[in-house]
């Protein structure tokens, strides 16, 4: 089963305003709400693709029911721990170019922490477990690490999808996926990844420290694949960008419903790149549909 824990869910109010003015009133021509957070996005884009999934992690308050009904409602299945404090309210803001405003996330006792640490112990090495997005200041630095630690010893396979601290505090361990953008993966090295060779070259040097396969997401510019024995580019294919709120987190999805499949790795990759370009190309999520269209599009080359 493919499991995913968002520590920090959030409701995403997508705000479309044809011209934002800074300090004006403006009127949105366009409002959605979906339920957000980057494991949420990943389970109902695996459920999307026909692959079962599972979404831990903490919801509270009316913005919690809201993205539970809105998961039962997609069939997408979760065991969420409730906080008793409302779940954050995230903004993005589409005006010609996309703004975002994240919330913090909930104060969590330390009974709470460890509730779903032991939620981690009861997976075995059938499962994945996909960590994704920001961790809550309430949580201790080292968090993602210890679920890490729980997930070794039993043999569950991590992905990790996070930024900044978190990332940073997870790196040397061992990791079956990594999707940073190539800003993030620059960040991690205090490098500038401007190509696929540059992505592929730090890339690599994840792959050194104990991550298995390594997708470096480069927006429009496509996307690069590292692993122990092979590097590979796979180009985006052509369309409009409507909310690339969730791309990245559709690459993972994709990859790892297709690999769960029983698909290769490189048929993995170009399944996550053909999800995250399906996503980008409209409001909510992909549906497989889409990804199975755009996915011709998509050429799969090695990276010398
Ligand atoms: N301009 C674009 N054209 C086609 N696909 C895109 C474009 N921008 C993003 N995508 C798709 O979304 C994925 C993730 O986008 P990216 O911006 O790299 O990551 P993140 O959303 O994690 O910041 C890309 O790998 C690609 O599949
Ligand atoms: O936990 P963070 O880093 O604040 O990110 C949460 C946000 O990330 C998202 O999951 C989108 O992620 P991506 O655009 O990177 O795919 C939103 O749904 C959510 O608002």
Redesign the pocket.
Known sequence: MIYTCTL?P?I?YIMHVDSFEAGGLNRAGQTFFYP???GI?VSRVVNRLGVQSRALGFIGGFSGDFISDFLDEEGVQHQFMNTGQKTRV?V?LKSGDET?I?GPGPALAEDMQQALLDQVQQLTSEDILVLA??VPSSLPGDYYEKITTICERNHTKVVLD??GEALKQILGQTLFLMKPNHHELGDLFNAEINTPEDAALYGKKLVEQGVENVIVSMGGQGAVYVGREEQWYANVPEGTVKN???????VVAGFLAAYSEGKSIAEAFRFGVASGSATAFQDDLCQQEDVLQLLEQINVSSIQ
């Open positions: 920090n959030s995403d957000g957070g980057k996005n995230n993005k975002e994240n997005g920001s996070t930024s690339s709120v969730g791309a990245g987190d559709s």
